[in-house]
């Protein structure tokens, strides 16, 4: 049984690990054999992601003593057997849990937690995968700002809506465009985003929604 000091020594590794990294994923591998666990293992180095087994309580009072990041949506499933899986990308721990599932049903996804967002549950490995990193983010971005929202971004600079214009000219503006602090809320947000890219989904949904054009 380990000692008040070797549990003191492992929470301080793990606030140093947590807070070194924008991208966690919280998984079980529980019921894998030890070959299995080997293979994930190699998989997780080959893919520049790194595996480390914790105890669940350990690692809920190392979240708790981080300051400045809220952790506590992932408390709930610090349950059974949890390996945490480090990474930079936030996409590439999810997409080596697919690649290696072609062959079984584990490691299963508990949760995640890149750059803020919070992902739970094994269903939310299809997004997981499909997060794209700062570069590409920031070319997205780019492809928006160059896109027929020029035209949008121009009007609401000059505060001409729908309204003031003429029918001929209305086509080009969506029709729930009607308040410029709306587009402004999303311009800034794209500005925003190279930040943190696990919320450009979130945001690329409802601009979509706000602007069909996009």
Same mark, same amino acid.
């Given at each position: 049984?380990?000692?008040?000091?070797?549990?003191?020594?492992?929470?301080?590794?793990l606030?140093?690990?947590?807070?070194?990294?924008?991208?966690?994923y919280?998984?079980? +591998?529980?019921?894998?054999?030890?070959q299995?666990?080997?293979?994930?293992r190699?998989?997780?180095?080959? @893919? @520049?992601?790194r595996?480390?087994?914790?105890k669940?309580?350990?690692?809920?009072?190392?979240?708790?003593?981080?300051?400045?990041?809220?952790?506590?949506?992932?408390f709930?499933?610090?349950?059974?057997?949890t390996?945490?899986?480090?990474?930079?990308? @936030?996409n590439? $721990?999810?997409?080596? &849990?697919?690649? %290696?599932?072609?062959?079984g049903?584990? $490691?299963a996804?508990k949760?995640?937690?890149?750059?803020?967002?919070? %992902?739970? @549950?094994?269903?939310?490995?299809?997004?997981?995968?499909?997060?794209?990193?700062?570069?590409e983010l920031i070319?997205? &971005?780019?492809?928006?700002?160059q896109?027929?929202?020029?035209?949008?971004?121009?009007?609401? +600079?000059?505060r001409?809506?729908?309204?003031?214009?003429?029918?001929?000219?209305?086509?080009?503006? $969506?029709?729930?465009?009607?308040r $410029?602090n709306?587009?402004? %809320?999303?311009?800034?947000?794209?500005?925003?985003?190279s930040?943190n890219? +696990?919320?450009w989904?979130?945001s690329?949904?409802?601009?979509?929604?706000?602007?069909?054009?996009?």
């Amino acid at each position: 049984m380990a000692t008040r000091v070797q549990k003191d020594q492992a929470i301080a590794e793990l606030i140093g690990e947590i807070k070194a990294t924008n991208v966690l994923y919280l998984t079980d +591998a529980s019921s894998m054999d030890a070959q299995s666990t080997s293979n994930l293992r190699r998989a997780c180095n080959a @893919g @520049g992601i790194r595996m480390k087994v914790v105890k669940n309580t350990l690692l809920q009072k190392a979240m708790e003593g981080i300051e400045n990041k809220d952790y506590s949506a992932l408390f709930p499933t610090l349950v059974g057997q949890t390996a945490i899986l480090f990474a930079e990308k @936030g996409n590439a $721990p999810a997409k080596m &849990i697919q690649a %290696f599932r072609k062959k079984g049903t584990k $490691p299963a996804l508990k949760g995640a937690w890149i750059d803020e967002a919070v %992902f739970i @549950g094994d269903d939310q490995m299809a997004i997981l995968a499909n997060l794209k990193g700062k570069e590409e983010l920031i070319g997205d &971005i780019i492809a928006l700002l160059q896109s027929p929202i020029k035209n949008v971004i121009w009007i609401a +600079a000059r505060r001409r809506w729908p309204e003031d214009l003429g029918a001929s000219q209305d086509a080009r503006i $969506p029709s729930q465009l009607t308040r $410029p602090n709306s587009l402004r %809320f999303h311009v800034i947000s794209f500005s925003q985003l190279s930040n943190n890219p +696990a919320r450009w989904q979130t945001s690329k949904h409802l601009a979509t929604n706000s602007y069909p054009s996009l």
